[in-house]
């Protein structure tokens, strides 16, 4: 959704919407993955994951694409799955460092008391410290993580016992999942990229007011984290606009929050505004999303 403001005030005129976001790009990468090795349609979240974490802007798609298909491939990564034993998050074989550790909270013991613990677990996704020292989890076979990974360590490194059939190879969907933001039509959708969505949204703008907006671009929401996104927009935006026209891009400093804490500023500071803005439940339940259209676009 790309939304015009000017003085505070939204521009609805010029409110133009594309089609494409993350949770289409997470349902590609499933589709994309199950039909090429692993069945993991029912695995959403698992795959937004591992979209968050492999999955890059390309800056230069066509040479990129041609590195994934060469011999000197540096592109193509491998990630582990968690076991549920183990590893309790999947990581990426030789990029992740053992000696990082994060701690969460989970049910540990093999007492059956199911006492809630926090544990240390590696960038592997292997337990390696609870409260009061090393500890294990039970598996349904009795044997705990701890006897697994020094029987791993034993016979010669754990990532070298993975079993291969839980390693996902991850090569040029890294680039080609998040190229639909920018292309819509390599999947098939008659709509524009992202950049070109905001050239034509600024285009229909007042000539006066054209410049500032070019100025003024910026991004928000969970695609905005993708390393090269916030690049990507701007060169392909400063390709599109006049010359003489000065371009800014950047992206808000809390993404993922930033329209949020908009509308809770909005509603602490004019409440009566909010409301002249919103549609009640009663109306919502009688006229449904034709009354959102007719008010909002």
């Known amino acids: 959704m790309l939304v015009v403001l000017f003085c505070a005030a939204d521009l609805l005129l010029y409110l133009c919407r594309i089609d494409v976001g993350g949770k289409l790009l997470t349902n590609l990468l499933k589709e994309t993955i199950s039909y090429r090795k692993f069945n993991l349609m029912d695995e959403t979240h698992l795959m937004n994951s591992i979209k968050e974490r492999l999955c890059y802007v390309s800056l230069d798609f066509v040479r990129d694409l041609q590195v994934t298909a060469s011999s000197n491939n540096t592109i193509r990564r491998e990630y582990v799955f968690p076991n549920g034993t183990t590893r309790l998050i999947g990581y990426v074989r030789g990029e992740d460092d053992l000696k990082d550790a994060k701690v969460v909270t989970g049910v540990i013991g093999g007492g059956g008391d199911g006492t809630a613990r926090k544990l240390k677990i590696n960038a ?34 754990g990532d070298d016992s993975i079993d291969e ?19 819509p039509s390599d999947i098939g959708m008659k709509q524009s990229g992202i950049a070109e969505t905001i050239v034509a949204s600024i285009a229909a703008c007042p000539v006066a007011l054209q410049p500032l907006m070019y100025s003024n671009i910026i991004l928000v929401g969970g695609n905005t984290l993708l390393p090269n996104f916030t690049k990507r927009i701007q060169s392909e935006v400063r390709s599109a606009a006049p010359s003489d026209y000065p371009v800014s891009v950047r992206a ?18 004019d409440a009566e505004s909010l409301m002249a803005h919103s549609i009640t439940r009663s109306d919502y339940n009688e006229l449904g999303a034709e009354l959102c259209a007719r008010k909002f676009l």
């Open 124 to 157: 592997m996704g292997q337990v390696i410290q609870g409260a009061g020292g090393a500890i294990g989890l039970t598996s349904k076979s009795g044997a705990t993580a701890n006897n697994k990974m020094s029987d791993e360590s034993s016979s010669g490194g």
């Open 165 to 183: 059939s839980q390693v996902l190879v991850m090569n040029n969907e890294r680039i080609a999942i998040p190229e639909v933001l920018f292309h």
């Open 252 to 269: 808000s400093s809390a993404p993922l929050t930033t329209t949020w804490s908009g509308a809770s500023n909005w509603a602490s500071v």
